[in-house]
């Protein structure tokens, strides 16, 4: 079983469309994030659920906008989709405790054209 | 504002050499310092992790140094093997409820054969 799966693994959309990602873990962890990895292959926190509630929210376009109906599900929606969306959004996943390390899903490819 | 210093950039490695990187970060507040490895199409997967209160950790070939006053942390791979070409990158965390990872901007490892 995929500990961190995420879906679609590659998504390519027109400009002005609207879209969305999906992630599930299945490690009963209770925090969640999205990571947008740019061209350059750095990662840039997004946002950070905790028991779903919204944690973290970085400086994002509100085109950007995650959902979470349980702790075991983190969704992304993403409006009006511009060029500068291409990316690939990496959803993860946390247990409690200090010294908890991130799962990673596979990742989702988003290329704008 | 980029907290965690990663380089080199990019690194080139005979194999059964040995691989150094090197991480610098500038906030006091980290109390975690992971190592991710990530292969192409992949999502990051963790390699290796310290807390500051240690200053050297050890799993397999895989060793991380850990330098606090100076505010630095390094990967070293003994006895690189071309299976570890991948982006390695390091990482910090504040702890919260966030837990929230800032990575390093990563580097490109080839281990020739």
């Known amino acids: 079983d995929t500990a961190v799966s995420q879906t679609p693994k590659y998504l390519v959309t027109q400009m002005g469309n609207d879209k969305s990602i999906k992630c599930e873990q299945n490690?009963?962890?209770?925090?969640m994030y999205w990571y947008k990895q740019d061209s350059k292959k750095f990662l840039k926190i997004m946002f950070s659920?905790?028991?779903?509630?919204?944690?973290i929210n970085e400086t994002v376009p509100n085109r950007f906008s995650p959902k979470s109906p349980d702790k075991a599900h983190l969704n992304l929606h993403i409006n009006s989709l511009e060029l500068g969306d291409s990316a690939v959004y990496f959803c993860a996943s946390s247990p409690a405790g200090q010294g908890a390390g991130y799962t990673f899903g596979s990742g989702t490819r988003l290329t704008v054209v | 504002q980029q907290q965690v210093k990663q380089s080199p950039q990019s690194l080139i490695v005979q194999k059964g050499g040995i691989s150094i990187i090197n991480c610098a970060y500038e906030n006091t507040a980290f109390d975690y310092f992971p190592w991710y490895q990530q292969f192409p199409g992949k999502g990051p997967a963790l390699l290796i992790a310290i807390r500051p209160d240690v200053s050297e950790k050890k799993e397999g070939r895989f060793t991380i140094s850990f330098n606090k006053s100076a505010k630095q942390f390094s990967l070293h791979i003994m006895d690189s093997q071309p299976g570890d070409s991948a982006t390695y990158f390091c990482?910090?965390?504040?702890?919260?409820?966030?837990?929230?990872?800032?990575f390093g901007s990563g580097t490109q490892l080839t281990v020739l054969p």
């Open positions: 990482a910090a965390r504040v702890y919260g409820p966030a837990r929230q990872l800032t």
């Open positions: 490690l009963g962890h209770d925090t």
């Open positions: 659920y905790n028991n779903k509630e919204l944690i």
